[in-house]
């Protein structure tokens, strides 16, 4: 178990290890996942909160989104709350 208030040790510790310099990267998931919903074959995914028959859950299979039962619910649920990075 590794734990540190700067959140930047495990790095640390993983690069001296391997000898390379490894720094944490930011990006935005659901940007991504709506640039490329066409194209993927998002296999898994949860929601939340959702108005109607299925409050939350999470989906397996092929391509989720596109499944009439329960895609629309998966892509317009909210998104779990993030918890904003620590400044080191």
């Known amino acids: 178990m590794v734990e540190s208030s700067k959140h930047q040790f495990a790095f640390d ?22 640039d490329y919903r066409d194209e993927a074959d998002f296999w898994m995914g949860g929601f939340y909160d959702h108005d109607g028959n299925a409050s939350n859950g999470v989906t397996y299979g092929d391509d989720i989104f596109s499944d009439p039962e ?3 619910a998966v892509w317009d ?5 993030r918890h904003p990075r620590p400044q080191s």
Do not use: C, K, M, Y
């Open 13 to 34: 510790l993983i690069g001296r290890h391997v000898e390379t310099l490894i720094e944490p990267i930011q990006f935005n998931l659901d940007a991504l996942a709506s």
């Open 70 to 72: 329960i895609g629309d």
């Open 77 to 81: 649920s909210p998104r779990p709350p």
